[in-house]
């Protein structure tokens, strides 16, 4: 594939990536001519590895920490869902040799939602953990899903207040604190990364009804905390983050190559492998 279009992942550090082989993936299965890998950028070198990819005809890029909101910074222009997110996940050049910056991250957590996993968002009562980045960066997707509410509970509810601000005109948000929730819930959605480290939020057995979807957007080869936390208190389904992922870089190869993947097998491969 000599005269295939270079695509990459740049972030730091980055060898423990899952990109290629999804990437790798969806080239094989859609005949595209696509060679994907990764890029491990110097934390003061950004741009300058970012510049040299496109200047030596690369076709895109995606972006992961710590350099989404340098890569946002960097864009010439932004979609709708990128100037919410304040952080760019995917970057390529228009035709003027613009750069351009989206944020995929929503859209794969609510396709994965919706279409993976047959859960209902519109007119549904969801509460976000955490009031970072990752949760910055799926909102506005997650809002035009039409939920009924969405409650951003996090540790120093000031973070929360600013993100209910800032999206304001977009659906209906409030922000808690973890311990003036009151449940059940039908979708609790985890954006923080303590699960993975075995930490979770001092949450009520009572945010969890028999009804209740529980999504982690980490994932790992362990149940997350927050999915045994979920399990044991009878949530009706506990999904973790790697459907969201696959579904994001999907999005991703959309925008640079006009067809979307099947992620179905794909999810199952990683999964299973």
């Known amino acids: 594939m000599s005269d295939a279009t270079r695509y990459a992942v740049v972030g730091n550090p980055i060898g423990h990536s899952l990109s290629p082989a999804i990437h790798t993936r969806f080239a094989e ?4 001519a696509v060679r994907y890998e990764r890029i491990e950028a110097p934390l003061e070198g950004f741009e300058q590895r970012v510049r040299a990819f496109f200047s ?18 960097l864009a010439d222009d932004h979609t709708q869902r990128a100037a919410g997110a304040g952080a760019v996940n995917t970057l390529w050049q228009d035709e ?8 995929t991250d929503g859209a794969g957590l609510v396709r994965d939602l919706m279409v993976n996993n047959d859960v209902e968002l519109a007119g549904a009562r969801v509460l976000v953990l955490g009031a970072g980045g990752a949760v910055r960066g799926v909102l506005t997707p997650l809002l035009d899903a039409g939920p009924e509410q969405v409650v951003i509970a ?8 600013e993100l209910c601000r800032l999206f304001a005109d977009q659906g209906s948000l409030d922000a808690s604190t973890f311990e003036a929730l009151k449940g059940p819930f039908d979708v609790i959605i985890n954006g923080t990364s303590a699960s993975l480290q075995g930490e979770l939020p001092p949450l009520a057995d009572t945010l969890v009804g028999n009804n209740t979807v529980c999504y982690d957007m980490m994932y790992g080869s362990e149940t997350t905390a927050f999915n045994a936390w979920a399990g044991a208190r009878g949530a009706a389904k506990t999904l973790d983050g790697l459907g969201m992922l696959v579904e994001q870089a999907a999005e991703s190869f959309l925008i640079w190559r006009g067809i979307r993947p099947d992620t179905g097998p794909v999810i199952a491969a990683l999964r299973n492998g």
């Open 29 to 32: 299965q859609t005949g595209e």
């Open 96 to 103: 003027r040799g613009r750069l351009q910056g989206d944020n």
């Open 56 to 73: 030596e005809g690369g076709g895109g890029l995606n972006v992961t920490v710590p350099f989404k909101q340098q890569a946002w910074a």
């Open 154 to 161: 996090n540790r120093t509810i000031e973070k929360a207040h």
